[in-house]
């Protein structure tokens, strides 16, 4: 009997010890994924935001990175975001308009001056106002990130004016004011899953693509690609995203130290950008890539003339110059 007593006594004491070593060795694993390299923009974007947040909260949290499209391509990562099967992911505005249409509004094509006003417009109001909208549609909205000023490539012919883009077949992301505008170029748009894209241009399945310098270096596109024209038509954000369920579980503590780490990595990846940017078209040169860095802008937009009018019915004449003319 004494024998039983004493187990019970020492079951009792081990069993009140794990209790209290417990919490302070706890720590959830988080999962986020981009579709390119890790040594690109994106993925400093989300190196960044998990080493905030391991620090930010004490190491109770800590964030599995994945690069190159391992876990899916952006939409079957939002996708998963959105069920809650995934914790978390970085995305372009590519697949983003099917899950909350009101963000179509920034891809419209020469919207944004330069990297100044559209960050400026990100970070303001119409931006801030924006990521609630992600909101009813199970997602948390942590913070802007940055793609860049979108450039096209191809294989076909130097484009200088925008009537030698006509009859081009161009990959374009899952857009669909990308793929309107385009069409309004005279392009032949094909979308498909940014992990696809490399294999279809050394194939031949498409002529070219379009994309901002940082994707078009991380993702080494001067060896399937000859031509590249800084056209800087469309301007590409980023958003970091978390199941809204995940971030509603969170102590207000630990919410406000994911969105300060996404505040954090945001720079970060701007500052990738703006590196990038600086040595993009040397580098690419450099590669053996033909570069045509004149363009009249004028020119493709007044080609967009007729797109212009069918997005103002959409989105509205006075939203459209509110974000133009934001300073």
């Known amino acids: 009997m004494k024998f039983i007593r004493l187990s019970t006594l020492t079951l009792a004491v081990s069993a009140l010890g794990a209790s209290f070593v417990q919490p302070a060795s706890a720590q959830t694993t988080m999962r986020i994924s981009v579709s390119t390299a890790q040594n690109s923009h994106q993925g400093v974007a989300i190196d960044t935001l998990a080493k905030e947040i391991e620090k930010r909260t004490n190491g109770r949290y800590k964030v599995q990175t994945f690069y190159s499209g391992s876990l899916g391509a952006e939409r079957e990562a939002t996708e998963a975001v959105q069920l809650g099967t995934q ?37 303001g109001p119409i931006g ?38 006509r009859g081009l077949k161009l990959r374009t992301m899952e857009n669909p004011v990308h793929i ?5 170029f005279g392009i032949i748009p094909t979308p498909m899953a940014f992990t696809e894209v490399f294999t279809a241009m050394q194939q031949g399945t498409v002529d070219g693509q379009e994309n901002p310098l940082s994707v078009i270096v991380a993702n080494k596109f001067e060896q399937v690609q000859k031509h590249l024209s800084l056209t800087g038509h469309v301007y590409s954000p980023g958003v970091f995203l978390m199941n809204k369920g995940a971030f509603d579980k969170l102590a207000p503590a630990d919410q406000q130290a994911f969105l300060e780490a996404a505040k954090v990595a945001a720079r970060a990846n701007r500052d990738r950008v703006d590196a990038d940017e600086k040595v993009a078209v040397t580098d690419l040169r450099g590669k053996g890539m033909q570069v045509v860095d004149k363009i009249d802008k004028s020119k493709y937009q007044m080609a967009l003339t007729p797109v212009f009018a069918e997005f103002e019915k959409q989105f509205g004449k006075a939203n459209l110059d509110k974000i133009r003319d934001f300073k």
Do not use: C
């Open 87 to 123: 914790d978390l992911t970085w995305t372009s505005t590519g697949p983003i308009p099917n899950f909350v249409p009101e963000t179509k509004i920034f891809d419209v094509p020469f919207l944004f001056r330069d990297y100044a006003h559209a960050r400026a417009v990100l970070d």
């Open 128 to 165: 801030q106002d924006m990521l609630k909208k992600f909101e009813p549609k199970g997602f948390k909205a942590l913070a802007w990130g940055e793609n860049g000023f979108r450039h096209m490539t191809n294989n076909k012919r130097p484009v200088v004016n925008p009537e030698d883009l």
């Open 180 to 184: 309107q505008a385009y069409k309004g």
